[in-house]
Each structure stands twice: as structure tokens, then as C-alpha cells.
């Protein structure tokens, strides 16, 4: 068999578990739409037979060149956010695939690359896309954003009760001088929010700031929900779709997308207030399979990172899918 090329640094969450939630058939076709450094994908190439195939997407272009890696005709990447996925396999000539992997945010090498802007844990340029290529860095992002913009970002997406005083705050210092620098951002961050108790001491008080910020600049919650639903009429009947979250915000879109597809009636209220029996509703397109899965406390010893990291698994039935799919999926982002 091929080789799968060398094992990246980065340690991928939950590994054995998402190998097996995914059913892997050796002749299958899958998608690991959040390729990252490869930990997923090369699990994924030892499973399957000569005769399956791997398609892996990713806009960060630093995990393009690391895809470069695996020399196994087997494999394909592509460079693209995954709510391209649709577009990316009818590129492919690829009409149904046997499984859909979505590992979120951010990955190690992206936060510990200084000049990536990622983390307040170092000082580096205030960019936190993972396309640097594309869109508005976080820098652009603070220096043109109103204090109600700044306040509901780092409400909604930070989950900041201090996101007002952290908003006025960053709106005053930028009138000294442009916030350009991961170092700059966090000590205004710090100043606003002072000494008051955290309830948590040993999240850095930029934390959440910085995290509002990142998916602000990625779309990340918008993305999610635009590609979940367009993932299921890719999958084969059986196929998995496996998600991989890392906060509430992202978990609670993928737990009510997936609640919301397994309902047998197609997820229409006007259906589920009329006196049908269940049997005779349209059956769900998706089914939920077992609960959430969290890691073990040996993975979290090993990797603090996996700590919040919650993968959630949902299987394609044999239903049709409704000729206005997804209508009535709200994601909730707000």
C-alpha cells in the first residue's frame, strides 16, 4: 500500500474515535474537510484499501504545503474553506462520498506560528485569519468597528460579560495609535478588565477577546452552518458525518443541526402538530449515532488542548431529501 508520508507535529483530538466513527469501508470515498497537518487524514489512508479514495480540503495555505507530504494516489487536497465542499467534488467528478469529517478551529502549528496572530501568548502581527491571503485581518477588523460592533462580537462570540469595557477600551487606545500587534491588543484587553475575578484563573483575561475575534475574521459559525446541511446530500446512503467542536458556540449549531435532520418529520412544525401517525411522516434524512463523545482523561493529560473537545456523529438514512432542503434549518447564530 501506499505510503501515507511522515506524522506532523500537530497531535489530532480524538483520533481513534473519529476512525471509528466514521465507519471506514475499505473501498470507500471520504472527505476531511478541515485538514489541518494531516493527523485525520493519515488515519483515515491507513484504514482504507487501494481502492478507496481521500479528498481533503483546507484554506490555510501552510496546510497545502504540508498535504504535499503524502505522495499516495489515493489522496487529493484541495485549497478552498470547507463550505466549498459542494463545488469541490463536482470538480472531482465526485457525486456521493461514504463520510464527512469537521475537525473546528484553530490547530497547534496556527497558534503557536507567531506571525499567524493567533494567540495572545505571543507577540506577532494581529492577523488571525487562516487564509492570510484572503479578507480582513483582525487588525483591519478593530481599526474600523464601531464600540456596538466590538461589544456584540465579543459578546456573542467571546462570550465576554466584560465585552462593553473591552470594546470602549480598544475604541480609546486605537485613537493613540493603530492596534497592529497580538502584544498591543492583549495588555488593552488586560487594562479593561483588571483584577476582577474570572471564575476560571487560569484562562488569560485576552481569551475570550481573542477567540471572538478569530471567528469574526473566519465566518467560523457561518460557515458551519452553511456546510453542515449541504454536506448530507453528498453522502452515500450510511455515510458518516462526523464533527469535532472545540466551544459551546460551535457545538450548539452542530447538536440542533443534527437534532433538527433526525426528525422524522423533516424538521416542519406545521408537520409535527398534525394528528399523523410517526410512521407516515416523511423519515429523517440523518440519524444521530450515540452520544457525544469527549476525550479521555489520558488524551487530556497528554493534550491539554483536547480538553474542550466534544465529536458528535450523525449517519445519512435512506430518506430522500426534501425538495426545499434545508428550509427550516436555523442555526441559531444569534
Known sequence: MPHAGHVASHVPVLLGETVAALALRGDGIYVDATFGRGGHSRAILAALSPHGRLVAIDRDPQAETAAGAIADPRFVFRRARFSELPQVLAALAIARVDGVLLDLGVSSPQLEDPARGFSFRFDGPLDMRMDPTRGESAAGFVARASIDELTEVIRDYGEERFAQSVARAIAKAREVRPIVSTRQLADVVAQAIGARTRGDWRQDPAARTFQALRIAVNRELEELATTLP?????????????????????????????????????????????????????????????????????????????????????????????????????????
Open 230 to 334: 449541504a454536506a448530507v446530500p453528498l453522502l452515500e446512503h450510511d455515510g458518516r458525518l462526523a464533527v469535532i467542536s472545540f466551544h459551546s458556540l460551535e457545538d450548539r449549531i452542530v447538536k440542533r443541526f443534527i437534532a433538527w435532520a433526525s426528525r422524522p418529520f423533516g424538521g416542519d412544525p406545521r408537520l409535527a402538530r398534525m394528528p399523523i401517525r410517526e410512521r407516515a411522516l416523511p423519515p429523517a434524512p440523518l440519524v444521530a449515532i450515540g452520544r457525544a463523545i469527549k476525550p479521555s482523561d489520558t488524551e487530556i493529560g497528554a493534550n491539554p488542548r483536547a480538553r474542550s473537545a466534544v465529536l458528535r456523529v450523525a449517519g445519512r438514512t435512506q430518506a430522500p431529501l426534501p425538495a426545499d432542503w434545508p428550509r427550516g434549518f436555523d442555526a441559531g447564530l444569534q
